[in-house]
């Protein structure tokens, strides 16, 4: 079965900084393509970011330049640094999974960026 879990959200000020983390059991993450998705209320879920199996990455232009993805094969984690954090970036933020068609998600975690 797969778990995904996410910690790190939270509250902080505009130009602040959030760390989160995705840790993922019944799945390898190195295998997946593993993203973090955001969805405001009364918006659509959105990419944030992803990093496929080689490692590459790719972000919303919304975020580049402040956010970085990246994966430690080791404990089986995903993190996303949040830095210079914008109120328009307050939104729950899911850790995705895919493997070919099979997707999984986390359960989400609240970030809060107050102006």
């Known amino acids: 079965q797969v778990e995904l879990v996410e910690s790190g959200g939270g509250l902080v000020q505009a130009g602040g900084s959030l760390g989160l983390s995705c840790a993922a059991s019944g799945i390898t993450v190195s295998d997946n393509t593993m993203g973090w998705y955001r969805q405001a209320p009364g918006k659509q879920r959105e990419l944030v970011a992803r990093i496929n199996t080689g490692g590459n990455t790719n972000y919303a232009d919304s975020v580049k330049g402040r956010f970085t993805i990246s994966r430690d094969n080791a404990k089986n984690t995903v993190y996303l640094q949040m830095n210079s954090l914008k109120p328009e970036d307050t939104a729950v933020y899911y850790c995705?999974?895919?493997?070919?068609?099979?997707?999984?998600w986390g359960q989400g975690t609240q970030v809060t960026v107050s102006s």
């Open positions: 995705n999974a895919r493997y070919y068609t099979v997707v999984s």
